[in-house]
Nanobody
């Protein structure tokens, strides 16, 4: 009913930058919180950053001051600008959205398929 498609991952050197994008489509009435989570090899998925529909943001301590989340509510998109990247930022980054859908007239949580970010020299 709702699809989340991420883009923008890749290989970058330490200290570099990347911008991730996530587009939500489908049976969307409204989107509440959108966010980015990440999962490194052998580790649990963890929060990177979230943004409410009103623009209130929340960041993991490990990315504060380096990552910036933003949204375009008219386009149902969320972005993650990642600066000063470190090798420990290497992970699969997943888009997440809390959506009220037209089809079900109910609220549900959705995940994208993930995009790989590798920080290495």
């Amino acid at each position: 009913q709702v699809q989340l498609v991420e883009s923008g991952g890749g290989l970058v050197q330490p200290g570099g930058s990347l911008r991730l994008s996530c587009a939500a489509s489908g049976s969307i009435f409204t989107i509440y919180t959108m966010g980015w989570y990440r999962q490194a090899p052998g580790k649990q998925r963890e929060l990177a950053a979230t943004s409410t529909s009103s623009g209130r943001t929340n960041y993991a301590d490990s990315v504060k001051g380096r990552f910036t989340i933003s949204r375009d509510n008219a386009k149902n998109m969320v972005y993650l600008q990642m600066n000063s990247l470190k090798p420990e930022d290497t992970a699969v980054y997943y888009c997440n959205a809390d959506v009220f859908t037209i089809a079900t007239m109910n609220r549900a949580n959705y995940w994208g398929q993930g995009t790989q970010v590798t920080v290495s020299s």
